[in-house]
């Protein structure tokens, strides 16, 4: 839905340009058939203006532009039909006051799909692979954010760990810096960061880098101060307001992302993994009823 997203963003775009997009927003099924110069006509602007609405979207064309809107369009189109607004209406700020328990419920599911696609669409194969192989070699796996991205990364240790990957993340940003500081080559840091500006992450990325850490980072942001610190971006789904939900977005994405490499690694070392598994069952007990077990 990161199509979807962006034209809600009315800040980014002219006057003229929002007055394009409201029109493609309100008439989506007139979109499929319709040219660029019957758009121009129907919004009484020019070809011209509708092509940089494009570009400024991203996209080559409005050709690409049209593939791309229909496509998301068709995966709210479930919804459409409920009592839920339509969601293409919705994203600029999808939970409001009019929301009952039902329509929460279903919102949230959309957007927490949706935002598990758009993450998952962007995924390169073989730097999944490459960032999982780093993972898997690594002397031990260090985790760094703070605030929410601080208990994403948490959750992600505990399965590591019980993997027998060595795995950390520490709370304070004093801790997290004497991390970086005490870090060996063959350690990962993997950083988490909606924007990339984060400025105790990028102080800690300095002293990684020099270090010569491999470093990756999660975020919704390229180009960022973070991004040329480190080895590896991989795109995490966001909107910028907390009332978008940009925080839920960005943190599902986040754990869609490393829920995989979490699977990966588990695929690379099964036989292995079983065997810890089965031993750390034994001393702790297999179910609540084991008097053996500890916690």
């Known amino acids: 839905m990161r199509l979807l997203k962006t034209l809600s963003e009315r800040e980014k775009f002219s006057a003229v340009e929002q007055n394009i997009i409201k029109y493609i927003l309100d008439n989506p099924k007139e979109i499929v058939n319709m040219s660029i110069r019957e758009l121009a006509n129907k919004t009484f602007t020019s ?9 400024k979207c991203g996209l080559k064309g409005y050709t690409e532009f049209k593939i791309k809107f229909i496509s998301e369009v068709n995966r709210t189109s479930d919804f459409e039909n409920d009592e839920l607004e339509k969601p293409i209406r919705d994203l600029h700020r999808p939970i409001n006051g009019k929301d009952d328990v039902k329509s929460v419920v ?14 998952k669409n962007e995924i390169n194969y073989k730097q999944l692979e490459r960032v999982a192989d780093m993972m898997n070699a690594a002397g031990q796996i260090v985790f760094f954010g703070f605030d ?9 240790v505990y399965h590591l760990v019980r993997t027998g990957k060595p795995a950390v993340v520490y709370e304070t940003v004093n801790n997290q810096v004497a991390k970086a500081f005490m870090f060996k080559k063959e350690d990962v840091a993997i950083l988490i960061s909606r924007t990339g500006e984060n400025k105790n992450l990028i102080r800690i990325s300095q002293v990684l880098k020099r270090k010569g850490a491999k470093i990756i980072l999660l975020s919704a942001s390229r180009d960022t101060s973070l991004d040329k610190l480190c080895d590896e971006f991989i795109y995490i789904a966001n909107v910028i307001d907390y009332l978008s939900m940009g925080g839920v977005i960005f943190s599902v994405g986040c754990r869609y992302i490393l829920d995989v490499l979490f699977g990966i690694l588990l ?15 034994t001393l702790n007990g297999k179910s609540v009823h084991d008097p053996n077990r500890l916690w």
Request: hydrophobic share 35%.
């Open 47 to 55: 070809s011209t203006a509708i092509f940089r609405l494009c570009q």
């Open 267 to 281: 695929s690379k070392n099964y036989k292995s993994v079983e065997k810890f598994v089965g031993e750390f069952e």
């Open 106 to 119: 279903r919102k949230m599911a959309f957007l927490q799909i949706e935002a598990i696609e758009e993450t």
């Open 148 to 156: 929410l991205n601080y208990y994403i990364s948490q959750s992600t």
